[in-house]
């Protein structure tokens, strides 16, 4: 019944957890988003999701169908990240293109890509955002999509403990 001890419990657990759920969400947006792994084990933040930086706030379903593998933009994310980058990429290319894009080009995709992986790689404290997956990762129904960088390390020592924990 409901005025009993134990519903009370009930419904402050539940609330808790939709609290944490609310937290645990990305907005919608276009993310560059980090996967880290060792094994079996992926490197998450305190709420058990991937490192991520907003590109584009809250995208149009136009820009969400724009991400595509043959996209221009991506293709051009792709040559300095994807297979074949140096694995420093990240130190290299970011610096070099974003010097370009804050004379010509601000606002665009690129320089707005160039901006979040750089956040990315220096807020998280991460040896590389490794390789930049050749697919964007679209999901249209909560308006989010990811240009997702993969990380493998040999150990999970190579990531300081205070970046974030290691699930399986």
């Not at 009370?8 to 645990?24: D, G, P, W």
């Not at 420093?88 to 890509?113: H, I, L, M, P, S």
Request: aromatic share 8%; proline share 5%; net charge negative.
């Amino acid at each position: 019944t409901e005025n009993t001890k134990a519903w009370h419990q009930a419904e402050v657990t539940l609330a808790q957890r939709r609290a944490n759920y609310a937290q645990s969400q990305l907005l919608p947006g276009i993310y560059v988003s980090m996967l880290c792994y060792c094994g079996n084990s992926v490197l998450c933040d305190s709420m058990g999701n991937l490192f991520s930086e907003v590109i584009v706030s809250s995208p149009s379903t136009r820009e969400l169908d724009d991400l595509t593998p043959d996209n221009e933009d991506f293709r051009w994310i792709l040559s300095i990240g994807g297979a074949g980058a140096p694995e420093d990429w990240v130190n290299t290319e970011v610096g070099a293109w974003c010097t370009v894009y804050e004379n010509a080009g601000q606002g665009t995709f690129r320089a707005k890509f160039l901006q979040a992986a750089r956040r990315l790689y220096e807020e998280q404290r991460l040896p590389s955002l490794g390789v930049v997956f050749d697919v964007p990762v679209v999901h249209k129904p909560v308006s989010c999509a990811h240009v997702m960088c993969v990380l493998r390390v040999d150990s999970k020592d190579a990531i300081p403990s205070s970046v974030g924990e290691w699930r399986n």
